[in-house]
C-alpha cells in the first residue's frame, strides 16, 4: 500500500471530521494507524489535547509507538481527544471536535473519539491506538460502529502515556473487525521493564487463539436504565452466541450502583496530582515570570493552559484528596473499589464471559450534549467504569443499529483472559 494515499485519505478525512489534532505529512511504513494524542511519538508533537502541551515535541517513543514501528506501522497522525482524556464525548477538546463519520450532527463518543472516528471512515485503516482510563475505548467503539478492544491492566505498557489515573490507564486498540483488534493488541502488549505495572504475563498471540463453547453471564444491574431499543440489540447478539453452542445464565454484580462515585473519587484524585507537573517551568506551557510570585505565575500559566472540564477535575480531585475528607471520600472509594472487584471475581466463578450493552445510549447530537450538566456527562459512563476500575479487559463489538446509529455490546473477562472476550467477539461477529 500506499502510504502516501492513506496520508492524503487521513487529511480528507480531517476536512469533513475533525479526527487529528496533528498529521503527519512525512509518515513511513507498511500500514497505517493512528494514535491517541496522549501517547508519545518522537519528533511528532503530543499534546494530550490540551493547550498546555500545545508545543510539546516528544524525544522518544510510547513503548506501544516502539512496538508499532518495528512491526511496520506508519504512524499518520495524531488523533483527537478529550482534553487529558478528561470525557465521554470529544466535546471537551483544546483544538477540534471530531465529528462521528456516521452521522456528523453526532458525537463520536470520548475520549479516543478521534482514533474511533478515523477507524470508521478510513478505507486503509485496519486499526488505530486509542487508551481508556473508565470507558474511552468501550464508548466511542460503541458509537462510530468499530471494535475496541481494552486490555487487562498492565497487560500494555503504558511507558510514554501521559497519565490521567496511573492505575486505571490502559492503552488498547480501535479495529474495523474482532481479528483485526486481536492482532492490534498482540503487537502492543507484552512485558516493560520501563513500566513499574507491566505484568509479566507472557505475550499472546491473540488472533489465532479461539475458544468456543464459553459460558456467558449477563449482568442484570447493566440493562437498568438503558434505552430499551438498545437492551433489545444486545439480547439478539446473546441469543445469537446461544444459537452457536454457548450457554447464557443471568449474574449479578450487585455494587454496579457504587462505580460512578467511586471511579470518579478515584480518577479525578490521581489527575489532580498529576496535572500538578503542568506549573510553567519544566513541561509545555511558559509565560514572563518577571515580577510575579511563584504562586501567581503557576496561576496564570494554569489558568491559560486548562480548559473548564481540567479545571473543574484538579477542583474536585484536590477536595476529595485533603486532610480531613481523605477518609470519607478517597479510602471509602478504594474500599468500595475492591468490592466491584470481589463481584466480578464471583461472576467469573460461574461463567466465562459477561456480555452487557457498551453504553445506555446511542452517540447523542451535539445539540444535546450542550444541555448535559457535568453530574450528567459524568453518569454517563455507567456501564463502563466498574469494568475499568476492576482492571479486567472488555471488548466492544458492533451489534446493530438504533435510529441508523451504532450499538455495541460489550464482553468482559476475567483478568488476562482477553482471548476469551475475543472468542465471544468472533461469535458476535459471525452470528
Ligand atoms: N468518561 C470518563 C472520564 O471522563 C472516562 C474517560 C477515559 O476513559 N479517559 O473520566
Not at 27 to 43: L, M, R, S
Not at 128 to 135: D, E, F, L
Not at 166 to 176: P, Q
Request: net charge positive; with cysteine; aromatic share 10%.
Amino acid at each position: 500500500m500506499d502510504i502516501q494515499e492513506a496520508v492524503g485519505e487521513a487529511k480528507q478525512l480531517d476536512e469533513k471530521y475533525d479526527l487529528f489534532i496533528t498529521i503527519n505529512e512525512s509518515a513511513e511504513g507498511n500500514f497505517p494507524i493512528a494514535v491517541k494524542d496522549n501517547i508519545c511519538t518522537k519528533g511528532l508533537r503530543t499534546t494530550a489535547g490540551s493547550k498546555i502541551l500545545h508545543n510539546y515535541v516528544p524525544v522518544f517513543d510510547a513503548t506501544v509507538v516502539e512496538k508499532l514501528k518495528r512491526s511496520g506501522a506508519a504512524v499518520l497522525g495524531k488523533t483527537c481527544m478529550d482534553e487529558f482524556g478528561f470525557g465521554t464525548f470529544s466535546v471537551n477538546c483544546a483544538y477540534k471536535v471530531p465529528k462521528n463519520p456516521v452521522d456528523p450532527s453526532r458525537s463520536c463518543g470520548g475520549s479516543s473519539g478521534g482514533s474511533a472516528g478515523y477507524v470508521a471512515a478510513s478505507k486503509y485503516a485496519r486499526f488505530a491506538i486509542g487508551q481508556s482510563t473508565g470507558g474511552s475505548i468501550t464508548c466511542p467503539a460503541a458509537f462510530c460502529g468499530v471494535v475496541g478492544i481494552t486490555p487487562t491492566y498492565g497487560l500494555v505498557s503504558r511507558y510514554g502515556l501521559i497519565d490521567y489515573a496511573n492505575s486505571l490507564d490502559k492503552i488498547g486498540v480501535l479495529a474495523k473487525t474482532v481479528s483485526d483488534a486481536a492482532k492490534g493488541l498482540s503487537i502492543i502488549s507484552g512485558h516493560d521493564s520501563r513500566d513499574s505495572t507491566s505484568s509479566n504475563v507472557p505475550a499472546k498471540d491473540y488472533a489465532k487463539l479461539q475458544e468456543a463453547k464459553l459460558r456467558i453471564g449477563v449482568p442484570k444491574e447493566y440493562f437498568e436504565g438503558v434505552d430499551p431499543k438498545i437492551a433489545e440489540r444486545v439480547w439478539r447478539s446473546i441469543k445469537s452466541l446461544e444459537s452457536g453452542g454457548m450457554k447464557y445464565e443471568e449474574v449479578s454484580l450487585p455494587h454496579t450502583k457504587y462505580a460512578i462515585p467511586s471511579y470518579y473519587i478515584i480518577a479525578l484524585s490521581e489527575a489532580s496530582t498529576n496535572l500538578a507537573k503542568y506549573c510553567g517551568m519544566r513541561y509545555g506551557l511558559s509565560s514572563d515570570p518577571s515580577g510575579k510570585s511563584f504562586n501567581e505565575y503557576f496561576s496564570q500559566v494554569r489558568s491559560q493552559g486548562f480548559g473548564q472540564e481540567a479545571k473543574r477535575r484538579v477542583v474536585l480531585g484536590t477536595y476529595a484528596r485533603m486532610a480531613g475528607y481523605r477518609d470519607q471520600y478517597y479510602l471509602k472509594a478504594l474500599k468500595v473499589r475492591a468490592l466491584i472487584i470481589e463481584d466480578f471475581k464471583r461472576a467469573f466463578g460461574e461463567v466465562d464471559v459477561l456480555a452487557a450493552p457498551s453504553m445506555p445510549v446511542i452517540a447523542p447530537k451535539f445539540s444535546e450534549i450542550e444541555k448535559l450538566t457535568p453530574l450528567q456527562h459524568y453518569m454517563s459512563d455507567v456501564l463502563t467504569v466498574a469494568p475499568n476500575l476492576a482492571g479486567i479487559p472488555h471488548l466492544s463489538v458492533p451489534c446493530g443499529k438504533v435510529e441508523g446509529m451504532p450499538v455495541g455490546v460489550q464482553l468482559l473477562a476475567d483478568h488476562f483472559k482477553e482471548e476469551k472476550a475475543f472468542a465471544a467477539g468472533f461469535g458476535v461477529e459471525n452470528g
